[in-house]
């Protein structure tokens, strides 16, 4: 099986399961897991930010983050594709009370002027808003890696009118990767970031969410809440640390999305984004059926990808799939259409 139904599929290499044996662990709800503690100051440390808090799952993250940056009853402010909108179950509604104002941008962020058009002051008949929340890489429009520059003007506008902002970095290393800038050039303009682990890097569980000492506090006493508080979690750190020494091989992973994204706009039927990082979006509109079509067909052939649309079918490269995986889909892809 080639499976590029999404970077989360890698599964744990030696050294992250030797990790997982030898980690030091307590319980770390106590604050007593020193493998954790390791975990929380290096990736703050790797972000620039003052503090880090290991999360069970990025949704988890981006939820706390929600929570803890606004009062019930408020406004965020996201993109109509972004994950939070899309794949977190309504939870900003749902765990925080919160009102999500959808915003139509061109490429996952929106543009000063959008920011400004979408704030809303409070008073006798408006909740105002409480976040800005953006999203890098994008998921939903293809992984697209968006410029340190667009995020520092969308939050410009933010905080000039108090308002927080949380980025959804869950792939903020492909966008660093991508655009050959330091992480922490692109969380710098925001409040909070989540970054996941167990996507291209890796690991088995987990992903983090950064921010100032204050609000990671506050944090802790919300995964608290959510049923995130974890004991001997160094268990999962240890590999989760190992994932941090991975980020190197995204640069692979965005090569072999280009020789996917190149071989598949060659076969009939196949209309290709070109990719920015590891996610490459196929229109399969030209080949007369539909994606749930197409995804058996690709299936036969032992290949699987991503239901992203109608006919829109989503393909992740990631660790666990090399270059001759990549030539070995293409082969059997063509020869089926
Ligand atoms: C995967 C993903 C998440 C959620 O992470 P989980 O660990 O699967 O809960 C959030 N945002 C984006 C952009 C993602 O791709």
Redesign the pocket.
């Known amino acids: 099986m080639i499976d590029f139904r999404s970077d989360?599929v890698t599964t744990p290499d030696d050294r992250m399961r030797e990790a997982a044996r030898d980690a030091e662990v307590g319980d770390d709800v106590y604050r007593e897991d020193p493998t954790v503690a390791e975990l929380e100051s290096r990736v703050a440390a790797r972000l620039g930010t003052e503090a880090a808090i290991y999360c069970p799952?990025?949704?988890?993250a981006?939820q706390i983050a929600g929570r803890v940056h606004t009062e019930r009853g408020q406004e965020v402010l996201a993109d109509r594709k972004?994950?939070?909108v899309k794949?977190?179950l309504g939870g900003f509604a749902d765990l925080a009370g919160l009102q999500v104002r959808m915003l139509d941008t061109d490429r996952g962020v929106p543009t000063p002027e959008q920011v400004e058009a979408g704030l809303v002051e409070e008073g006798l008949h408006r909740p105002g808003t409480g976040l800005l929340c953006l999203?890098n890489?994008?998921?939903a429009r293809g992984g697209l890696a968006i410029d340190p520059e667009k995020i520092a003007a969308a939050a410009e506008v933010a905080h000039e009118n108090d308002v927080p902002v949380h980025l959804?970095g869950?792939?903020v290393f492909n966008a660093a990767t991508a655009l050959d800038v330091p992480v922490a050039e692109i969380v710098d303009p925001v409040d909070t970031v989540?970054v996941?682990l167990?996507?291209g890097l890796g690991a088995p569980v987990g992903?983090m969410l950064a921010g100032s000492e204050a609000f990671i506090d506050e944090a802790r006493r919300t995964r608290k809440l959510l049923g995130g508080g974890m004991r001997q979690a160094g268990i999962i750190a240890g590999p989760a640390l190992c994932a941090l020494e991975n980020v190197e091989s995204l640069a692979t992973d965005h090569e072999n999305a280009r020789a996917l994204a190149d071989g598949l706009d060659e076969i009939d039927g196949f209309d290709v984004q070109p990719p920015e990082t590891n996610i490459v979006l196929a229109d399969v509109a030209g080949t007369g059926l539909d994606t749930a079509a197409v995804l058996e067909r690709l299936e036969e052939q032992d290949v699987l990808a991503t239901a992203f649309g109608p006919t829109t079918v989503r393909f992740c490269t990631h660790r666990d799939v090399s270059a001759a995986d990549v030539e070995a889909a293409l082969e059997r892809i063509e020869a089926t259409f």
């Open positions: 989360t799952t990025g949704t988890m981006n972004s994950h939070v794949y977190e999203e890489t994008h998921n959804d869950a792939r989540m996941s167990s996507k992903s």
